[in-house]
């Protein structure tokens, strides 16, 4: 998915109220890693959506946020930043699910990889050079 759209998260298969812990984490291009964590309780049938059930206190937030595990990413290493520097690449968002609301973290149920890219196919990237400017136009297909 490209960046700045929003990302469903979901999760099925789950026992009826089972409580879990969701982890998300990144590492940037200098290979530091960003993470965050909610903990929830899903349905009554098993199932969990980010965008209906809210997360629970004791993670890196709490309450209806479906993209609070990407906005909430902190990095392990005291102020750091996410930043993007070739947004010719992808970052790679790791998705974990984990039983029950402990710390540390309770057995692995279920996990998943996802890119997260910064340029639509087909947008083409010009470097610009005039005078003192440097810049780069993104030129959609």
Same mark, same amino acid.
């Given at each position: ?64 946020? !479906?993209?609070? +595990? &990407?906005?909430?990413? %902190?990095?392990?290493?005291? $102020?750091? *930043?996410?930043?993007? @520097?070739? #947004? ?16 540390? !973290?309770?057995? +692995? &149920?279920?996990?998943? %990889?996802?890119?997260?890219? $910064?340029? *639509?196919?087909?947008? @083409?990237? #010009? ?15």
């Amino acid at each position: 998915s490209l960046f700045d759209e929003p990302l469903a998260i979901a999760v099925q298969g789950l026992d009826p109220r089972q409580q879990v812990t969701l982890r998300t984490s990144l590492r940037d291009e200098t290979g530091e890693l960003f993470q965050a964590c909610a903990r929830y309780q899903a349905g009554d049938a098993g199932d969990l959506d980010l965008a209906r059930c809210p997360a629970l206190p004791g993670g890196s937030f709490s309450g209806l946020e !479906p993209m609070g +595990l &990407l906005w909430a990413l %902190q990095p392990q290493k005291p $102020f750091w *930043r996410l930043v993007k @520097r070739d #947004v010719q690449s992808p970052f790679l968002l790791q998705l974990e699910v984990f039983e029950g609301h402990e710390d540390p !973290p309770g057995r +692995l &149920l279920a996990q998943a %990889q996802h890119e997260r890219v $910064f340029l *639509r196919d087909g947008v @083409r990237r #010009v470097p610009v050079r005039e005078g003192r400017i440097r810049a780069t136009l993104f030129l959609p297909p």
